[in-house]
């Protein structure tokens, strides 16, 4: 079987952590890892199409992972220019020196693309509607993408994503959890939890199927709670029972960046087309948590 040579995109990142994890010991991909800055990866700056197309070229790939973004939601709406660079000119950048070389891409996009107030899961047909700098920009990424590369480009929706690292909610709540008597976290916001090593699983089964299915699809865990349930279960699952966690009302926190109220999406099109099934979210939080 002939290898397949991948490019990944933020390899720093939570998924780009993951991806390197799960494509570690499987020879059907070879894999070059790619980021701005940091050890043991390609330096790539995908805001630069030459750099891009250069490292394309010498690597002969041919799938692009897309796993880099802009993901400071609040510092977006105070720097959209930002974080329109990053989220839809970078990925105009990959996509057309994808189009340019015969190469497939796997672009990773959010929930954020919708308003949030709906009350049944959004499935991929519904109308988008973002609500944030951060939403509008990921959104543009998914435009630009589909009108460059077309039937080349598959896009993967996610919510709530966590993993042991960087920077998330699972790893804040237990560090709060430890250090604090009692917590306050919003109940008026449900939705998802994906862990990131699900969604990087996820991403190797789209590029591994016999036959490419191109679009938009959904990704996040199985199960709905809220913020609230997801903190209670964490510290159950940690062994954390000094910290007292109460629910509150999202006006409790005002944040710059308007959060959806409703953030579940629908699997239903990935695990048809695809033949899976999709981790239930405490399970797979569970499975984090030992990994931590």
């Known amino acids: 079987m002939e290898t397949i040579n991948i490019l990944i995109t933020g390899a720093n990142g939570q998924l780009g952590h993951e991806m390197r994890n799960v494509l570690a010991d499987d020879k059907r991909y070879n894999a070059v890892f790619t980021d701005v800055a940091g050890d043991n990866i390609t330096m790539l700056d995908?805001?630069?199409?030459?750099?891009?197309?250069?490292?394309?070229?010498?690597?002969?790939?041919?799938?692009?992972?897309?796993?880099?973004?802009?993901?400071?939601?609040?510092?977006?709406?105070?720097?959209?220019?930002?974080?329109?660079?990053?989220?839809?000119?970078?990925?105009?950048?990959?996509?057309?020196?994808?189009?340019?070389?015969?190469?497939?891409?796997?672009?990773?996009?959010?929930?954020?693309?919708?308003?949030?107030?709906?009350?049944?899961?959004?499935?991929?047909?519904?109308?988008?509607?973002?609500?944030?700098?951060?939403?509008?920009?990921?959104?543009?990424?998914e435009h630009i993408l589909l009108d460059t590369l077309g039937d080349d480009a598959v896009i993967l929706r996610t919510a709530w994503l966590y993993s042991p690292y960087g920077k998330n909610f699972v790893k804040t709540m237990l560090a709060l959890g430890k250090d604090k008597p009692a917590l306050k976290v919003v109940f008026d916001q449900v939705g998802s939890p994906t862990c990131a090593r699900d969604l990087a699983r996820a991403i190797v089964t789209v590029i591994s199927a016999d036959e490419w299915h191109p679009g938009i699809y959904h990704y996040s865990n199985e199960g709905v709670i809220s913020w609230y349930d997801f903190a209670l279960a964490i510290h159950q699952l940690a062994g954390i029972t000094t910290c007292d966690v109460q629910p509150c009302h999202s006006d409790e926190f005002p944040a710059k960046a308007h959060r959806p109220a409703y953030s579940v999406l629908d699997k239903t099109k990935f695990k048809t087309t695809f033949g899976v099934t999709v981790p239930y979210w405490r399970n797979s939080l569970e499975d984090t948590i030992k990994r931590l």
């Open 46 to 141: 995908i805001l630069d199409e030459d750099q891009v197309e250069q490292i394309v070229v010498d690597n002969a790939v041919s799938v692009i992972v897309n796993c880099a973004a802009y993901t400071a939601v609040d510092a977006a709406e105070d720097d959209e220019a930002t974080a329109q660079r990053l989220n839809a000119d970078a990925v105009g950048n990959l996509a057309s020196v994808a189009k340019r070389h015969g190469a497939r891409m796997v672009h990773v996009s959010t929930d954020y693309v919708f308003d949030g107030q709906g009350c049944i899961p959004y499935t991929e047909e519904m109308p988008t509607n973002p609500q944030s700098a951060y939403g509008r920009t990921k959104l543009d990424g």
